[in-house]
């Protein structure tokens, strides 16, 4: 079967791509934005990637289009499909369709950490033996894809509550039935989709209702959001993070390792050099969900041992004249301020130069303009990108004082951040795009 993806190069449909390859279809796609590290993951599969939305793509004459949530209507290749009535289905239908049927899935959701939590889930099923497939919302570095499909009766899937396509607005997992889900954390975000939180729990409760009473659901017992779902009515066994009754995380030494404890009697240690507390819970969740399917709790400790975490996740990009540059996909508030907490834990005294795109559409709106600051505080200096930002940056960041900055010049902020930079120094990008391929231009700007 030819199958042709529109918005190929999101990390979902990117995904699906990937999978459809593998499992002998061929594949082509198209996006408006095609960038690392999804356009250099799919052409290394070999899939033809076209810019654009030309509705002469039709006449490459697919068995069926396949359409990602970030094509609406009034898009041209869109509407002639739908004017020839051309077959299509969403991603999140089509993988639950094609492949999930017959699979014991292991979904991920929650606001933050769905993507490390994933990798490091995949990680402990293949280092158990059980060689899962998995569609996970970014590049884990031990497998080097972000996607793949196996004859395992296992499959780890990221569980993403933005919604599924222009023709289907419920949440995206609600397609996936998972045996095995994971609620790691909930708050508000998507604003451009959900009105408010309670929205959202909706759409997390939609998901609560699908998963079989010989199951079961890993929660985040931190969260009232969270208790509130289950809460609301749940039928299936529950295991708590951050209770004592349940599965929790003794304190960190310097290098990172910590204890994992449930129901109070130690598990063992974990040993790493991950950071933060949310790298903590995003462990304990990977191993609650890992034992339900099978791997004893010592195995997947010593598979985490061995994790290498995620592209884009406190990714280190190189060091110029000992000042380190990395590469960090928080967008978010919360993740903005658990991310500095953990370098913060991991160089002390070390001066943090915090880099940030407020790119998503959340921030785009200024819903969290009111907390950025504070969530930025851990810095030692400040630097915002404010190209095509629709509401004052300098003002939201004013209670930082002097230590923040913002520019709406790429060259600008690189040139402001190579010229305050000094020996030691630990420069943190953050943003969910590719942020002008900033990394290398600051690495060269450094050197320079």
């Not at 299936?236 to 349940?246: A, F, I, S």
């Not at 010592?298 to 590469?327: H, K, S, W």
Request: net charge neutral; with cysteine; aromatic share 8%.
């Amino acid at each position: 079967m030819h199958i042709h993806i529109l918005g190929i190069c999101g990390t979902f449909m990117g995904g699906i791509a990937v999978i459809a390859k593998q499992a002998g279809h061929a594949v082509t796609g198209c996006d408006a934005n095609v960038y690392p590290p999804m356009s250099t993951q799919l052409e290394a599969q070999g899939i033809r990637l076209i810019e654009g939305w030309d509705p002469k793509q039709i006449e490459l004459k697919p068995d069926l289009f396949v359409i990602g949530n970030v094509v609406s209507r009034g898009n041209a290749l869109v509407e002639e499909i739908l004017n020839r009535r051309r077959p299509y289905l969403s991603g999140p239908q089509w993988l639950a369709e094609t492949l999930l049927r017959d699979k014991w899935v292991l979904a991920v959701a929650g606001t933050h950490g769905k993507t490390t939590a994933s990798a490091m889930l995949a990680w402990i099923l293949e280092h158990g033996g059980l060689a899962p497939g998995f569609l996970i919302g970014g590049v884990p570095l031990n497998f080097g894809v972000s996607a793949r499909a196996r004859e395992s009766r296992f499959f780890v899937v990221e569980a993403d509550e933005y919604d599924t396509a222009f023709f289907d607005k419920r949440s995206k997992f609600v397609h996936y039935r998972p045996r095995t889900a994971i609620l790691n954390n909930l708050e508000f975000d998507h604003a451009d989709i959900f009105p408010d939180l309670a929205a959202i729990e909706t759409q997390f409760h939609h998901l609560v209702r699908t998963v079989p009473g010989n199951g079961l659901i890993v929660a985040n017992g931190r969260e009232e959001a969270v208790k509130r779902l289950i809460d609301r009515g749940c039928w299936t066994p529950v295991e708590w993070l951050g209770r004592e009754e349940g599965w929790c995380s003794g304190e960190a030494s310097k290098d990172g390792s910590f204890e994992i404890l449930f129901a109070g009697r130690s598990q063992g240690r974990v040993l790493w050099n991950l950071m933060g507390e949310h790298n903590q819970m995003n462990a304990l969740a990977a191993v609650a969900a890992a034992r339900h399917a099978g791997v004893p709790v010592a195995q997947a400790i010593e598979a985490l041992g061995r994790f290498e975490n995620v592209r884009r996740r406190m990714e280190l990009r190189g060091a110029v004249g000992e000042v380190t540059v990395y590469d960090d996909f928080a967008h978010h508030p919360t993740a903005i301020e658990s991310t500095i907490a953990g370098l913060r834990g991991k160089v002390g005294g070390g001066r943090i130069l915090a880099v940030l795109e407020p790119r998503s559409n959340t921030m785009k709106m200024g819903v969290m303009k009111e907390r950025l600051a504070a969530s930025l505080a851990g810095a030692d200096l400040v630097f915002c990108y404010t190209n095509g930002l629709g509401w004052d940056a300098a003002a939201a960041l004013a209670p930082l004082g002097a230590k923040s900055a913002c520019f709406d010049d790429l060259g600008a902020i690189i040139g402001a951040i190579a010229a305050a930079a000094r020996p030691g120094d630990h420069v943190l990008v953050m943003s969910n795009g590719s942020f002008g391929g900033i990394h290398a231009k600051l690495l060269g700007a450094l050197a320079r």
